[in-house]
């Protein structure tokens, strides 16, 4: 699916929880799917964090399904009632929800016996009209991708199985090369006028410069991303012939 | 300055950086600031995580600042050309932007000599009118509070000195006292219709289920949250019952 003069492809990620809001639990899925999308060429270009609110959930999904390629959610879709991902998603899209007999047959799988299908179970069968549903080979309880909008678990295992399913089917982009390079105990202040004026004579190049921090001194990294691979080669040379130009001697 | 009769105080948080959105590094900041900020008190509402783009990071300072108390900003305050939050502040809020000499005087503390301190590294004292400073005592160069906007270094260790030395001079509201109750092997599904109705019964405490997945099993938690202790402790005696119950003789 890809195509290099195609425009990039876009997406957006919203992670639903007041767990996360509260510092309970830490995020484990911004930073996977960010690399995982960058590695499929994807551009991340926003994540949110938003409590377990409909109003709230509702006006997110709209706002970022409008402005991105893909809407990417985590969290909020299992049987206990602060589970309501689907439900916002169903009102957002302005889409009935009702039990999906395919997801009902996913759950079966995994309760054969009919009592244990309760109906909090079987509330993870409810999915929007027009989804294609995501495979969980953890749990059963499926994700769902609903127009552009791509519904996952919050549990970081089962959003990884879950969005290894939905990626071979999603629009790819020209893969952004990226690399680093080490700027050789330089401060930053020591190479920033320098590494500006590069960056103003190579658009087509991103760079970044960042400091690390290990409790005693500074170590940077300066990070070049493009799609444009001789490009970014030529920028590479550039910056490191600046490092050994401002390197005392 | 808590007063248990004032309306909540709230906050949401805008992580700075493509370095996120490319997943190339993980952020650290917003578990630990949930954290922090749920101990004061105030609820932290909203995270958005945007790229280094003007546009968008002033759009997303003007939506939160109007939307909460207080919004803290991670990232981008340092020398190079990639670091552009300090201006976009002032752009957002409408005031000018200069070198400001307290500022100047705290980089000399580290720059001594009087040519390293050069463009770069005094764009870095570049401060919105108005701003109360932050001191950074890892590498001096200040972070700021511009009206209710707290911009802070992304660097962890230096985010982390320059919230300790903000947050005496913020409003705390009442904390929220949270506890868990272990689910005792329980799965979400026998238990879900019984937390619902406790949960409708008690509008007053904020009830999760938070399922973990160890790579074999789940183990769930449910969490209770209320800033009325005795609402809390009743509701806990009610979810400790159910599981009692719920279990297997």
Redesign the interface.
Known sequence: MTNPNSPAVTAALL?IG??????????KN?????????AMGI??????????DEG?IIAAINTLRAKFTYLLTTGGI?????DITADCVAKALGVEITHDPRAVAMLRER?VNPE?L????L?MARIPHGSTLIANS??KAPGFMCGNVIVMAG?P??MQVMLDEIAPSLAKGRV?A?LSVDAGGLP??AY??A??AI??GHEGV????????D?VK?ANQI?L?SRDEALLQKVRGEVEAMIVSLKPH
Not at 19 to 25: A, D, K, P
Not at 30 to 38: D, F, K, S, V
């Open positions: 992670v007041d767990e996360i809001l509260s510092g309970r639990t830490k995020d911004i930073g996977y799917i960010a690399e995982y999308l960058t551009d991340l270009k926003e994540v949110r964090v938003v409590p377990d709230e299992g049987p206990t009632h602060d309760y244990d309760n109906e909090a179970r509330r953890i749990s549990v295992a089962i952004m990226s930053e202040g920033a006028a590494l500006g960056q103003k991103i760079i970044g410069s960042y400091p690390h921090f409790g500074f990070v991303r």
